[in-house]
Nanobody, 126 residues
């Protein structure tokens, strides 16, 4: 069973930066695409960024493109989300997730991800 643990969230002022980390318990992590999602109170969980199994292909939601960077270190079973130029609207609980691996293409839908971390809170003040 894959276990994912996020860390790195916190409180930051608008314009600041945070780096989120997601550590996986299983080596199989390296064989699947990974994604970052976020969920604000009263809102549905939404796609933020995705990365292919090899880390060579990435995908970003329009709202974070140019500000966020997803990366992975397969040797350490870790995926990262570098968040720069943070805005108050970025405030949410951020989750990392492992794809179910049923598609060779990166997916943006929640249903395409089989394993989820517990989430880490990111709060951006104005």
């Amino acid at each position: 069973q894959v276990q994912l643990v996020e860390s790195g969230g916190g409180l930051v002022q608008a314009g600041g930066s945070l780096r989120l980390s997601c550590a996986a318990s299983e080596r199989t992590f390296s064989g699947f695409p990974m994604g970052w999602f976020r969920q604000a109170p009263g809102k549905e969980r939404e796609f933020v960024a995705g990365i292919s199994r090899g880390g060579r292909t990435t995908d970003y939601a329009d709202s974070v493109k140019g500000r966020f960077t997803i990366s992975r270190d397969s040797a350490q079973n870790t995926v990262y989300l570098q968040m720069n130029s943070l805005k108050p609207e970025d405030t949410a609980v951020y989750y990392c997730a492992q794809s179910d691996g049923r598609s060779i293409f990166l997916q943006r839908g929640v249903s395409a991800y089989a394993y989820w971390g517990q989430g880490t809170q990111v709060t951006v003040s104005s």
